[in-house]
């Protein structure tokens, strides 16, 4: 038998009202949505740029020596980093908010208005419409 956790929920937008079902995630689908999270590549953003700091300051340190071998060999590792660094900053701004908001809308949501819901989701944000349904079944649970 499955432990189920869903509650019902009202949407009003305008004059149209669409009802639906909004359900708990399970712990599977909490570690789909955080595993497309950039995490991990922030967490490996910042070691770039830890190893990016250690190695300006070696240039530093080789000009003071005035060896140009070390410099330029620095400068090559320089190079790499920063383009490595480069690339994860991409993948970090390319991760969007909305679509984590989406996602956890096409899990949780149930019921014949799933699909207009998630047309409203598209027009005004999905993180939008969720504070909305969070808040309608706060007050529906507050009721009780």
Not at 49 to 75: G, H, Q, T, V
Request: aromatic share 6%; glycine share 4%; net charge negative.
């Amino acid at each position: 038998m499955k432990l189920n956790i869903t509650e019902p929920f009202e949407l009003t937008v305008g004059e149209d009202t669409y009802e639906g079902e909004f359900a708990e995630l399970t712990k599977k689908q909490s570690k789909s949505i955080d595993k497309d999270t950039p995490k991990d590549t922030i967490k490996e953003n910042n070691k770039v740029a830890k190893k990016i700091e250690r190695i300006e300051r070696k240039i530093e340190n080789a000009k003071n020596l005035d060896d140009s071998k070390l410099i330029k060999s620095l400068y090559s590792q320089l190079d790499k980093l920063e383009d490595i660094q480069e690339s994860l900053l991409d993948k970090i701004e390319s991760y969007s908010i909305e679509d984590m908001y989406k996602q956890r809308m096409t899990l949780s949501l149930s019921g014949d208005d799933k699909d207009a819901i998630m047309t409203l989701g598209e027009t005004y944000g999905y993180q939008k419409v969720f504070d909305t349904i969070i808040r309608d079944i706060r007050e529906r649970n507050a009721g009780n």
